[in-house]
């Protein structure tokens, strides 16, 4: 069986198998086509719901409603696009991520507001929460496509009022699923870049709502915390940099996932290794050999 795995020593059944379980990008003879996330394509019509939002035209459509959320987003700190997910995408994230909940650790942690080292004196607030990283959610898979789609970029670009957008070069964060059980939450925190985009792919019964305070506020003890209430499929774009935001406590019975697209003003970030490891546990070559560049 292994053998099939890594493909040597197997017999000609076992690469036909092989390829109906892993098919390739392009197999013309079987007509089976697996898309892969690549930046050189952007149809999303089977992840978006392009008709809806009045993305399936050409042309400017992606960064204009961009731009149309851009006005909300500085005045608020926050804009969001209901509907924007295909309900057989949500079905398909969420029965993928589903899948891979046993391997997710959500040990209770407490961390300041931007992940640094806790000190005596340190202001912290409690995390039980975990992470689906980037490096567990396979090319195939609906949100890497969306991930490195050039339309997604452009339309978070816009939003955001900058020229481009890039992927993060970091293998593990940039694109990530948080994970908030029942009994969890999710800490208020400071992100690293200036804006956080969220996708709701499963909701809380009860709780598990994001709450930002406006830009700048330091205490959420005093400043007037806005909630945001989101249906699955929905997107939100939050400047999660000088927002103060946190995700309460989930209630019921289900497990509460969000899709988290971050997404860098210049190419090659790596999270600093320690930042890293307080929150996502654990690190990769890469971001050892970025923190020894630093
Ligand atoms: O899960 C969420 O809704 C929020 C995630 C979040 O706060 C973040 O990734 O910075």
Redesign the pocket.
Known sequence: MCQVALGWGSTDDDKDHTRMTAPTSADASSGHRARFADPEHDDLDDVVETEALGLAASGSAWSDLGRLLRRRLDTTGFAGLPGFLRADAVRSLDAEFDRLLDVVDVTPARRTATAGAVTAGSTTSAWRAGHITRDMIPAHSLAQRLYVSPRCKELIAAATGLDRVFEYADPIAGL?V?V?PPGGC?GW?L?HTDV?V?IAIRVAEVGGV?EFCPPGEPDPATAAIQPVRSAVGDLQILR?GTCL???TEVGGDDTRL?L?LGYADRPGVIGEPDRTRRIYGRVTEAHLLAGARR
């Open positions: 990530v948080t908030v999710y925190h992100d956080v969220t994001l999660g935001h946190r995700v969000t988290v």
